[in-house]
């Protein structure tokens, strides 16, 4: 069973930068693709950013440009560095890793953004 540990979340004025973390444990992390997911109140979660077992990258438009998610197998964690935040990108933020009809996900931690 794979337990994935999300931390880094706060309060962010705009135009500010927070990094994520998600640390892995209990599995082989480096053969998971893994995910960010938000979920603003009152709205669906959402994808934010994707990486795969190679390290090939997705992102949502919404964040192009500004988040950087990255991997680092040996510490069994996945990131997402996020520049130039905005009011909108206020969320809950989950790590979800996939490797065949395995899907986990972490407990989430919110970020805020507000001056």
């Known amino acids: 069973q794979v337990q994935l540990v999300e931390s880094g979340g706060g309060l962010v004025q705009p135009g500010g930068s927070l990094r994520l973390s998600c640390a892995a444990s209990?599995?082989?992390?480096?053969?998971?693709?893994m995910a960010w997911y938000r979920q603003a109140p009152g709205k669906q979660r959402e994808l934010v950013a994707t990486?795969?077992?190679?390290?090939?990258?997705h992102y949502a438009d919404s964040v192009k440009g500004r988040f950087t998610i990255s991997r680092d197998n040996a510490k069994n964690t996945v990131y997402l560095q996020m520049n130039s935040l905005k009011p909108e990108d206020t969320a809950v933020y989950y790590c979800?890793?996939?490797?065949?009809?395995?899907?986990?996900w972490g407990q989430g931690t919110q970020v805020t953004v507000s001056s």
């Open positions: 979800n890793g996939k490797f065949k009809l395995e899907d986990y």
């Open positions: 209990g599995g082989i992390f480096s053969i998971y693709a």
């Open positions: 990486i795969t077992r190679g390290g090939s990258t």
